[in-house]
């Protein structure tokens, strides 16, 4: 897992989000409202749509909604269930009260793998 992964708010701009992906080269931002609640996910895949005109709207306008999250006590076995399942590349981890703490994706996955 991540800890601490970097996020945006709902209200954050395409642009800007497209900026911290580039950036930090991740292909996921999990979108959380002011509480620090997970709200949606933000990937590559739900930008490549977006036209330049787009740029300067906000991320609730695209990105996926329908989160699946883990906590934090859970196997790392839930989290490749719900990757596979739903065919998606990372799953925000929460801590008891729902508020983010981390980020398991693909990558993580394999490189605990690698090590086993």
Not at 14 to 26: G, K, N, Q
Not at 76 to 98: C, Q, S, T
Request: net charge negative; charged share 35%.
């Amino acid at each position: 897992m991540t800890k601490r992964p970097t996020f945006v708010r709902e209200s954050t701009r395409v642009r800007e989000a497209v900026d911290l992906l580039h950036t930090l080269e991740i292909r996921h931002l999990p979108v959380v409202n002011a509480e620090r609640e997970i709200v949606g996910m933000l990937s590559d895949r739900d930008l490549r749509d977006v036209q330049r005109d787009g740029m300067e709207s906000r991320v609730c306008d695209v990105m996926s909604s329908n989160v699946f999250a883990v906590e934090e006590e859970d196997e790392i076995e839930d989290a490749v269930e719900l990757m596979l399942e739903n065919k998606i590349g990372a799953v925000p981890v929460v801590d008891g009260d729902g508020l983010l703490v981390g980020i398991i994706s693909y990558v993580d996955v394999l490189r605990a793998a690698r090590f086993e």
